[in-house]
């Protein structure tokens, strides 16, 4: 009897994990993607008593942008992630934009119960009916398109209540006015707050974390023809111990391969005002975190360990050109791969941030290194991490093929290009729901991904997972982050003109 009942159990268990399970075709195997449903930026990270939290927006009942709420996942290692309960439900024509939380350790904001530290998430309140009234105007009775709200937390974050004094800060006059992310000043014992708005980004400061105060706007640099998103203000030390702050600003077209991408400035905050380095940006217009198309709204953890060597980042793998059309259809999009950041002075003396993945050993399966000449590398599941080092040469080749299709990685006049524009898209239905988005996605990954690198080229890892490729190369120096949709997973990897190298291939796990 109890074989009986166990089997059934078993069947009904296997039987949910078909239904939403982490199998379909493209779904990323050890990267955080939500169970059902449509997912973009990354939200509220924090860290306490050994949990990384993660906090997305999210639209649980479509595979399609929608009334956005706070979905939820915790892990202890950034690997393995646990879904939670969604954390906070849009109220009617109130929209939970993104936004970022911290650990009131002292209670300064008076909303801890006594017990454990509060946790404070600052989001952008979108209100929906008023976007509709909104006539364009500044002045506008209906200007509170998007203002700054508070909820909090007071069982770690598990549950959240919304602050009964909302809004924390008032709209002052921008219909784009959003993302609010807090930061801790050491030095002068007090909170930030980065909002974007429109074409600038905006400082607050406060002392008990309810009040705040407008500091300075950060303006008129870096690439400023779409809409500014989804800041992020941190302090980083480099190797000598030199600090610098780091502005990252996400704009949501104009990339500089085509869409949504995010753009980082490094100089000094002194409380009051953000200023570049003067020779930071030296010819270039904007430097950019990323030079794939899929690294979108990406931002760091707060209150993790020694975060002033190295933070914690995540971003949204996908584009906003195209996100809504991938032929995904229970779920829709893709965390990167956590990322460690950590400041550096590059051969002109500049600083520059690299990013470099978690490790992912304890998810390796197979492993194998060798040193050169391997030129072809059968391959199968699309799981895999590959450390080439050892590189000498200026020009060189990888591609990632089965036996119609193929996705390519070249290096050549000092420039990086990724070309996924050799699967068969048009025999991939992008939603069978939605058959007239299928121009749209069939016409998205014609334009090859190309990236400046003048120095020489030392290493290069590749993760794969199924639809997603990411570069780092020469320790996360340069980052290129693309998804892909292919009829058949890859077979074969070839190498070609790499000269000498070593290579380590690694088959990985699932997490899920
Ligand atoms: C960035 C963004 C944010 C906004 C959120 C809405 O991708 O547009 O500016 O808060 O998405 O979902």
Not at 201 to 225: A, C, H, P, T, V
């Amino acid at each position: 009897m109890r074989k009986i009942f166990i089997t059934i159990l078993v069947f009904f268990i296997s039987c949910e994990k078909k239904e939403v399970g982490y199998n379909e075709k493209f779904r990323p195997q050890f990267h955080f993607s939500p169970k059902l449903g449509w997912m973009n930026d990354p939200n509220g990270m924090f860290y306490i008593n050994g949990d990384y939290h993660l906090f997305y927006q999210y639209y649980p009942d479509d595979n399609v942008w929608g009334p956005m709420h706070w979905g939820h996942a915790v892990s202890k290692d950034l690997i393995h992630w646990k879904n939670e309960p969604i954390a906070i439900y849009p109220d009617g024509n109130n929209y939970i934009f993104s936004g970022s939380a911290i650990v009131d350790q002292e209670n300064k904001s008076g909303l801890g119960n006594g017990v454990n530290p509060p946790i404070l998430a600052y989001y952008t309140n979108h209100d929906m009916l008023l976007e509709r009234f909104w006539n364009g105007s500044k002045d506008s009775l209906f200007i509170d398109v998007e203002t700054q709200h508070l909820a909090y937390s007071q069982d770690l974050g598990k549950t959240w209540v919304k602050y009964n004094n909302n809004p924390v800060i008032k709209n002052p006059g921008y219909r784009d006015y959003r993302d609010p992310k807090v930061t801790w000043l050491k030095e002068q014992e007090k909170w930030i707050i980065s909002l974007a708005a429109r074409d600038r980004i905006m400082f607050y400061s406060s002392k008990n974390l309810i009040e705040w105060e407008y500091l300075s706007d950060f303006k008129n640099i870096g690439e400023r023809n779409g809409v500014w998103e989804c800041p992020d203000l941190f302090p980083l030390i480099d190797e000598n111990g030199n600090k610098k702050w780091i502005l990252f600003v996400s704009i949501n077209k104009n990339s500089p391969n085509g869409g949504s991408g995010t753009q980082y400035f490094i100089g000094d905050f002194d409380g009051e005002s953000f200023k570049i380095d003067d020779n930071f940006l030296g010819d270039n217009n904007s430097i950019w975190i990323d030079y794939g198309s899929d690294n979108y709204a990406g931002v760091t953890w707060n209150n993790t360990p020694n975060n002033f060597k190295s933070r914690k980042f995540i971003g949204w793998m996908s584009n906003w050109r195209y996100g809504q059309v991938v032929p995904t259809f229970k779920w829709r999009s893709a965390m990167t791969i956590p990322r460690n950041i950590s400041l550096y002075l590059d051969e002109e003396k500049r600083y520059r941030i690299k990013f470099n993945p978690i490790s992912l050993e304890k998810i390796v399966s197979k492993s194998n290194s060798s040193h050169n000449k391997k030129n072809k590398i059968k391959i199968s599941g699309n799981q895999n991490r590959f450390f080439i080092s050892d590189i000498s040469s200026n020009e060189f080749d990888i591609k990632f093929s089965n036996n119609e299709e193929d996705l390519s990685i070249k290096f050549s006049s000092n420039t990086f290009e990724i070309d996924r524009s050799n699967f068969n898209y048009k025999s991939i239905n992008p939603d069978p729901k939605r058959t007239y988005k299928k121009e749209i996605f069939e016409n998205s990954f014609i334009k090859n991904q190309t990236a400046k690198y003048n120095s020489e080229v030392k290493s290069i890892e590749i993760i794969l997972d199924k639809s997603s490729i990411e570069l780092f190369i020469n320790d996360g120096e340069l980052v290129m982050t693309d998804v892909f949709f292919y009829n058949n997973e890859f077979q074969l990897m070839e190498l070609s003109g790499l000269n000498d190298f070593k290579i380590e291939e690694q088959t990985l796990n699932s997490i899920w």
